[in-house]
């Protein structure tokens, strides 16, 4: 039986053609049988020589008709998944450019913004931190990965003429261009760039690098965590060991903003997170990269 479908799959893969397809060339091939049929038995030929010539004729024909409509369908599911893609590059330009109005119509940035694309954060993403902060209104921001989510937050938090950004960045260069922007933007009362290099952390007797936390031992409260690091080049799950970390520094309604949700190993990450942590409500944000906010229920 596995056989039978291994091979319907096969066939159904190299043949595009639909059922209504072969329900015409059946239909056809049948009448012009019958017609042939008919033709030479007036001309007084045997039937085995008809059968021959029919066999022959039908054969040439229905190869004259498939490989034509065989070569449409193609193209018609060629252009059917252009479109669909077309389509969905256009909701998502839509959604990025409403997503950029909001941040700069709200947040307002004294100097232009760096771009929101490619490594960087995307324009969705920006809002979503936005909304948060705003909503929430957090004393303590900490993030993994310094960028434009750091501005970002900056810039909310002085909306609410309070509160501050902790950025971790492990690139001495990164951390260089970060502090940079943040003076540029007039920032500094608002965000912190810390260096962190990579370190070893351990837990069941498996072994991750991630940022040496020891300049924000003493900090004991944050409200909003802005998971966007380490890179995934690191290791799989290279962002797994922030909530172990931090969890016991984190406040009854904290909020944990993970960036990059539609990866496979993010998926298993928050799975073994929330086996390990059981208090936290999900909710996914439909963006581009995919966002997951992890809000902490208090017990």
Same mark, same amino acid.
């Given at each position: 039986m596995n056989t039978t479908n291994k091979l319907a799959n096969k066939v159904s893969n190299l043949i595009h053609l639909k059922k209504n397809d072969w329900l015409v060339i059946a239909t056809l091939s049948f009448f012009l049988t019958v017609t042939l049929f008919i033709a030479l038995s007036l001309q007084n030929i045997e039937f085995l020589d008809i059968l021959l010539i029919e066999i022959l004729v039908i054969f040439v024909f229905?190869?004259?008709? !498939?490989?034509?409509?065989?070569? &449409?369908?193609?193209?018609? =599911? =060629?252009?059917?998944?252009? $479109?669909?893609?077309? $389509?969905?590059?256009?909701?998502?330009? &839509?959604?990025? *450019?409403?997503?950029?109005?909001?941040?700069?119509?709200?947040?307002?940035?004294?100097?232009?913004? @760096? *771009?929101?694309?490619?490594?960087?954060?995307?324009?969705?993403? +920006?809002? *979503?931190?936005?909304?948060?902060?705003?909503?929430?209104?957090? %004393?303590?921001?900490?993030?993994?990965?310094?960028?434009?989510? *750091?501005?970002?937050? +900056?810039? %909310?938090?002085?909306?609410?003429?309070?509160?501050?950004?902790?950025?971790?960045?492990?690139? %001495?260069?990164?951390?260089?261009? $970060?502090?940079?922007?943040?003076?540029?933007?007039?920032?500094?009362?608002? +965000?912190?760039?810390?260096?962190? @290099? !990579?370190?070893?952390?351990?837990?069941?007797?498996?072994?991750?690098?991630? &940022?040496?936390? %020891?300049k924000i031992e003493s900090i004991q409260s944050i409200d909003i965590v802005i998971v966007d690091g380490p890179p995934r080049k690191i290791q799989t799950m290279s962002r797994y060991p922030a909530l172990p970390i931090l969890f016991n520094k984190l406040t009854n309604n904290s909020i944990i903003i993970l960036d990059d949700f539609k990866r496979k190993d993010l998926n298993k990450m928050v799975d073994l997170w929330l086996k390990k942590f059981s208090n936290f409500q999900l909710e996914v944000v439909n963006t581009k990269s995919g966002c997951l906010i992890l809000r902490k229920i208090a017990k």
């Open positions: 229905c190869v004259l008709i !498939l490989i034509p409509l065989e070569i &449409y369908r193609r193209i018609e =599911i =060629i252009l059917n998944e252009k $479109s669909q893609v077309d $389509s969905r590059k256009r909701g998502d330009i &839509y959604r990025q *450019t409403q997503a950029l109005f909001s941040v700069f119509s709200v947040l307002n940035p004294e100097i232009p913004l @760096p *771009t929101m694309s490619g490594w960087t954060v995307n324009p969705d993403f +920006a809002k *979503t931190i936005m909304n948060n902060i705003l909503i929430s209104k957090p %004393s303590l921001v900490l993030e993994m990965g310094s960028g434009v989510s *750091t501005i970002i937050a +900056a810039y %909310s938090l002085k909306k609410l003429n309070q509160g501050k950004i902790i950025s971790l960045e492990h690139k %001495s260069d990164f951390v260089a261009q $970060s502090r940079k922007q943040i003076n540029d933007h007039g920032l500094q009362n608002f +965000a912190e760039i810390i260096h962190a @290099p !990579l370190k070893k952390w351990h837990e069941n007797q498996q072994e991750w690098l991630w &940022y040496d936390i %020891s």
